[in-house]
T-cell receptor
Framework: DQQVKQNSPSLSVQEGRISILNCDYT??????FLWYKKYPAEGPTFLIS?????DKNEDGRFTVFLNKSAKHLSLHIVPSQPGDSAVYFC?????????????FGQGTELSVKP | DGGITQSPKYLFRKEGQNVTLSCEQN?????MYWYRQDPGQGLRLIYY???????QKGDIAEGYSVSREKKESFPLTVTSAQKNPTAFYLC???????????FGDGTRLSIL
């Protein structure tokens, strides 16, 4: 049972344009969401997070949007740069329901073309 | 520089052998985790530890064992009971459960 789903395995975007990565979840108890970025043969690095009491969090070129009613979150990267090419994982946790453990999606591979 | 060190980067195991993957952190984090990543899949939690001398099974603990004798160290043993051990293994730590996790660079385990 996949509680966190990233339905697009890959995404290709032109440099300078917006990249939008999507993530859906099924567990309404999730109250904290994170995005990680991963380069090949390296561990994921934390990018940005959002609490369920917010619907938007912005950090430089990265913005995460949360739509609780749709159980959907998205990561916007504007403007996209070639160095953003990586696999992006969304993750969710529910302190009360799962003791704060992170549940990861399958990942979306972003390719930003010059 | 604080961080998480996983060693070795590549590891080969003969069938029927146990093998131990190392994970050390100097971030003074209480919580540590082991994940497994397979192609086309997200990270799946094997074991986690909230505090020294305590650990809990994750979603796919069968065939694995861990210990947490020191705050800095959380080694993972892949036993011969693990039927499909070939994967990329990632160790992570965080200040506490539910906090953003910091990851090591992983160990790729292959069966000879």
């Amino acid at each position: 049972d996949q509680q966190v789903k990233q339905n697009s395995p890959s995404l290709s975007v032109q440099e300078g344009r917006i990249s939008i990565l999507n993530c859906d979840y099924t567990n309404s108890m999730f109250d904290y969401f994170l995005w990680y970025k991963k380069y090949p043969a390296e561990g994921p690095t934390f990018l940005i997070s959002i609490s369920s009491i917010k619907d938007k969090n912005e950090d430089g070129r990265f913005t995460v949007f949360l739509n609780k009613s749709a159980k959907h979150l998205s990561l916007h990267i504007v403007p996209s740069q070639p160095g953003d090419s990586a696999v992006y994982f969304c993750a969710a946790s529910a302190w009360d329901n799962q003791g704060g453990k992170l549940i990861f999606g399958q990942g979306t591979e972003l390719s930003v073309k010059p | 520089d604080g961080g998480i060190t996983q060693s070795p980067k590549y590891l080969f195991r003969k069938e029927g052998q146990n093998v131990t993957l190392s994970c050390e952190q100097n971030l003074n984090h209480d919580a540590m985790y082991w994940y497994r990543q397979d192609p086309g899949q997200g990270l799946r939690l094997i074991y986690y530890s909230q505090i020294v001398n305590d650990f809990q099974k994750g979603d796919i603990a069968e065939g694995y064992s861990v210990s947490r004798e020191k705050k800095e160290s959380f080694p993972l043993t892949v036993t011969s009971a693990q039927k499909n051990p070939t994967a990329f293994y990632l160790c992570a730590s965080s200040r506490g459960l539910g906090q953003p996790q910091h990851f090591g660079d992983g160990t790729r385990l292959s069966i000879l």
